[in-house]
């Protein structure tokens, strides 16, 4: 465990330097886009100095490190507030939109794919469907489910994040969706994969030769061992549902960390940029682990070949 | 100025929004006629009100929509585009006011007084008090002028101060600003940000967080800063306790969402769940057209759309391919295209507003002016004898501005059309900030396809980012000594037709030259719902405080 922790840390500071670095040698210079139109050229002088774009590369780069180490992760020059507090105040925002996402593609995907591998017939059906769940991209998604239930049945929002837990969710809901259904789609196609490859092993034969009740077989024999690919790509999911928020976030003018790093990024906000893209590097290392970690409790010859 | 929204809908996207809403058939027929205040329809194809009929009902609380995003800041001296300059207009008071004609009006100066051509008196109002209570002082006035002159804190308005010789309180309730030669400008833009007058010690003690999310301002306005939730809203209370007897605020509470992602804005005002929104992008048009939750309005606007030379070498710095490339453009078909008649063509660098001082020297003015007709054997007249036409022209766009991107690839055919070879590269909003400040981020780029618009008007405005050799827009190089002698002129002088005939000589010369190219006006495009009335509709909104006006019907 300590060695993980390491190995997070140092990913963390390679991950920050080459993120800093590469914001810094980004052609640009924010302080047009902070003055605002027609400014002085001492406006934006004055406004360089205010947040020391002029100083070099390790200067900026030391300073940002030796408050982060100390928790403060800086300020953001676009909103004159700490990176902190900007993260802190959308974090449930997007942490709810995921988790709602992934339940989606849990109970959808997953389901689906059992279903259509276990019964050919609804296979065919399951896979056109995908098809179509993949190949359509999530914003065109979002568009479509604005204009369908919200503009015209009104059943849902059109824009925004809500208050309270209920509200919430009721604001999330197409979000969630629109961030799913690709993933949905692709869970859907591997589980179904895995599933009918398992169903297809001697054990399973020979299980079904002695007679073990067919439920018992799906459950012990085929789902189980089909559940380490497919916690894998579940792994792989969650990743790429919180990539999706970027997209999700903007389409639904929601107020969570996707639209927040599009605006760092479009502005080249360099503290709130690296503030968020180090909490991503810390989750997509995390939900690594935590893969790797479920997957050895699923399948004992990983946790017996561990063994020197 | 320029403005560049932040928006990453690709233009897919924006089609097919359009198309699901149009197909959706969401209900309601714009007849075109609503009873509001006609005005000049100037050429255009749709009806031009420069606002609403009134509507007193009192209304508890309503969302409206930023299409230009988030404000940058929401101190009036540092607001200087859309977004900035309507929320301080909304909360700040200024010195006079416009109406929706950016006819003058008193403001915080119930009177002002021109003793001499180099003297301005404003008797401040009596009795008007900040939002916390404490009175209006001329001390707070003084202080928000000369705040204007404070380039280290941000200001984009010194420029308008650059000819007072000092601005002082000259009794207990009257200021008095000496100039060191006429300026005519001045007064005008008392009826925006630089004439805006915030509190002094509250300032003061926010220091650098002034106008931001956490400081706030505060001033006197008929709407109070609540609270800012940055990338999400701002909301605003009404000022139980306005001074004006006449502009007492109908709306209790509003909120203001940045809304700058096209689709999702015109989602919003289809079903109904912002109340409106100022900035409409022409690409929502045909969609807002059918909705039935509310209506749009088109209304006179200094906005114009024009192509600006990039800098002093290529292809554009010569005169003839931009005269060339100028005649070959149906600017009409543009207009109809690109902005569904929301637009007209515009023969200078300044648009053609009609609703101003000096109509009709500005009419017989503007008739002199090189023909922008489209003539396709002019044009190509035009390029005999120029060489090197197989390189490319590149000109830079908005990002995310689909109307902008449209009339690109309009001027890409226009050119194809007489052999040259226009091609179109979107730029981001900090690319594009930094194309507009720094001349190395304008290298290997020819042109500059830019929205811009003055305050109110008087061409004045505007002149000096286009005229002058360092003027903020003039990349080319262009150096007219006669031109900047008029524009000058035109300044000091105190009489509107003498004045208009200066100014004209100056717009006359820049596009003699053809030094920027000129597209089209554009109109003022809002959408507001069935259940407000009273609303500012011309551009004049911009420098208003619309939620005072607005009430519900």
Same mark, same amino acid.
Request: charged share 15%; aromatic share 10%; proline share 5%.
């Given at each position: 465990m300590l060695t993980r922790l390491a190995g997070l840390l140092l990913t963390l500071l390679v991950a920050s330097v080459v993120i800093y670095g590469a914001l810094y040698l980004a052609p640009g210079d924010p302080s047009t886009l902070l003055a605002g139109n027609k400014a002085t050229p001492r406006t934006l002088e004055s406004i360089r100095e205010q947040w020391h774009l002029d100083d070099p590369f390790y200067e900026r780069y030391w300073a940002?490190?030796?408050?982060?180490?100390?928790?403060?992760?800086?300020?953001?020059?676009?909103?004159?507030?700490?990176?902190?507090?900007?993260?802190?105040?959308?974090?449930?925002?997007?942490?709810?939109?995921?988790?709602?996402?992934?339940?989606?593609?849990?109970?959808?995907?997953?389901?689906?794919?059992?279903?259509?591998?276990?019964?050919?017939r609804a296979g065919a059906g399951i896979t056109a469907v995908s098809s179509v769940g993949i190949a359509v991209p999530s914003y065109v998604?979002?568009?479509?489910?604005?204009?369908?239930?919200?503009?015209?049945?009104?059943?849902?929002?059109v824009f925004g994040d809500g208050t309270g837990f209920l509200d919430r969710l009721w604001h999330l809901t197409?979000?969630?969706?629109?961030?799913?259904?690709?993933?949905?789609?692709?869970?859907?196609?591997?589980?179904?994969?895995?599933?009918?490859?398992?169903?297809?092993?001697?054990?399973?034969?020979?299980?079904?030769?002695?007679?073990?009740?067919?439920?018992?077989?799906?459950?012990?024999?085929?789902?189980?061992?089909?559940?380490?690919?497919?916690?894998?790509?579940?792994?792989?999911t969650i990743a790429g549902l919180v990539a999706g928020t970027v997209v999700i976030e903007q389409s639904f003018n929601l107020n969570g960390i996707g639209s927040l790093l599009v605006q760092a990024t479009s502005s080249k906000d360099f503290a709130l940029v690296q503030g968020i893209s180090l909490l991503l590097v810390t989750i997509f290392v995390v939900v690594n682990v935590g893969v790797d970690l479920l997957n050895a409790a699923l399948d004992p010859r990983l946790r017996t070949e561990r063994r020197p | 100025m320029t403005h560049a929204k932040t928006s990453f809908l690709r233009p897919a996207a924006a089609c097919l929004a359009a198309a699901l809403l149009a197909a959706a058939g969401c209900g309601g027929d714009d007849d075109g006629s609503n009873g509001a205040n006609a005005a000049d329809s100037a050429g255009y194809r749709v009806e031009l009100t420069d606002q609403q009929p009134a509507a007193t009902k009192p209304v508890d609380s309503i969302t409206w929509a930023l299409p230009y995003g988030e404000p940058v800041t929401i101190d009036p001296i540092q607001a200087g585009d859309y977004a900035p300059d309507f929320m301080v207009s909304q909360m700040c008071d200024f010195l006079l006011r416009f109406n929706p004609k950016w006819e003058l009006e008193p403001g915080l100066a119930e009177s002002w007084d021109q003793p001499d051509d180099r003297t301005l008196v404003f008797k401040i109002r009596k009795g008007v008090k900040f939002w916390d209570g404490r009175p209006m002082t001329v001390d707070d006035v003084v202080y928000s002028l000369k705040r204007n002159l404070d380039e280290d804190a941000g200001s984009l308005?010194?420029?308008?101060?650059?000819?007072?010789?000092?601005?002082?309180? +000259?009794?207990? +309730?009257?200021?008095?600003?000496?100039?060191?030669?006429?300026?005519?400008?001045?007064?005008?833009?008392?009826?925006?940000?630089?004439?805006?007058?915030?509190?002094?010690?509250?300032?003061?003690?926010?220091?650098s967080k002034i106008g931001t999310a956490q400081g706030g301002v505060m001033c006197t306005g008929p709407y109070e800063f609540e609270s800012w939730k940055p990338g999400a809203e701002i909301k605003l209370a009404k000022n139980d306790d306005y001074w004006d007897p006449d502009l007492q605020p109908k709306i209790a509470n509003v909120t203001v969402r940045f809304l700058s992602e096209t689709t999702t804005l015109t989602s919003a005002l289809v079903s109904g769940e912002v109340a409106g929104a100022y900035g409409i992008p022409a690409t929502s048009i045909p969609a807002l057209q059918r909705a039935g939750s509310g209506t749009l309005y088109y209304g006179p606007s200094t906005q114009q759309l024009g192509i600006y030379t990039a800098r002093p070498e290529g292809l554009m710095a010569d005169e003839r391919v931009r005269k060339a490339l100028s005649l070959a453009i149906d600017r009409q078909a543009i207009a109809e295209k690109a902005y569904s008649g929301a637009a007209i063509p515009n023969e200078a660098v300044v648009s053609n507003t009609r609703e101003q001082e000096a109509k009709d020297v500005y009419a017989e003015g503007w008739k002199q002016l090189p023909s922008i007709d489209y003539d396709l054997d002019a044009a190509k007249k035009q390029l005999d004898g120029v060489t090197g036409l197989d390189k490319p022209i590149v000109i830079a766009a908005p990002a995310g501005d689909q109307a902008?991107?449209?009339?690109?690839?309009?001027?890409?055919?226009?050119?194809?059309?007489?052999?040259?070879?226009?091609?179109?590269?979107?730029?981001?909003?900090?690319?594009? +900030?930094?194309?507009?400040?720094?001349?190395?981020?304008?290298?290997?780029?020819?042109?500059?396809?830019?929205?811009?618009?003055?305050?109110?008007?008087?061409?004045?405005?505007?002149?000096?980012?286009v005229i002058p050799l360092d003027a903020y827009f003039n990349y080319s190089g262009w150096d007219s000594p006669k031109a900047v002698r008029a524009m000058d002129e035109g300044r000091r002088t105190l009489d509107a037709d003498a004045r208009a005939k200066l100014l004209l000589q100056a717009i006359q010369l820049e596009a003699d030259d053809r030094v920027t190219i000129p597209l089209l006006g554009l109109a003022n495009i809002s959408f507001i719902s069935n259940d407000i009335g009273g609303a500012p509709t011309s551009f004049a909104y911009l420098w208003m405080p619309d939620f005072a006006y607005m009430g519900g019907k």
């Open positions: 940002w490190l030796s408050g982060a180490v100390r928790g403060d992760l800086g300020e953001s020059f676009t909103y004159k507030q700490s990176v902190g507090s900007l993260i802190s105040d959308r974090i449930g925002t997007t942490t709810l939109l995921i988790a709602y996402a992934f339940a989606l593609v849990l109970v959808g995907g997953v389901l689906l794919g059992i279903v259509g591998a276990l019964r050919p998604a979002a568009i479509v489910l604005i204009t369908v239930f919200a503009v015209e049945l009104g059943w849902f929002p197409l979000p969630a969706i629109a961030l799913a259904l690709a993933w949905n789609a692709y869970v859907a196609q591997l589980t179904k994969a895995a599933v009918h490859e398992e169903s297809l092993r001697d054990h399973v034969a020979t299980a079904r030769s002695r007679g073990v009740a067919e439920g018992a077989i799906v459950r012990r024999h085929i789902v189980r061992n089909a559940l380490i690919p497919i916690t894998t790509v579940l792994g792989i | 308005t010194a420029p308008y101060f650059a000819n007072v010789e000092s601005m002082e309180a +000259s009794g207990p +309730s009257e200021v008095t600003v000496r100039f060191k030669q006429p300026d005519e400008l001045f007064l005008k833009e008392m009826a925006a940000g630089p004439g805006a007058v915030v509190q002094r010690d509250f300032t003061e003690k926010a220091g902008t991107l449209d009339v690109a690839t309009l001027v890409q055919n226009a050119g194809k059309q007489i052999g040259l070879n226009v091609k179109i590269q979107a730029l981001q909003p900090l690319d594009l +900030s930094n194309f507009y400040y720094k001349p190395e981020y304008r290298k290997g780029f020819d042109g500059v396809l830019s929205v811009s618009f003055s305050d109110h008007p008087d061409p004045l405005n505007f002149l000096p980012y």
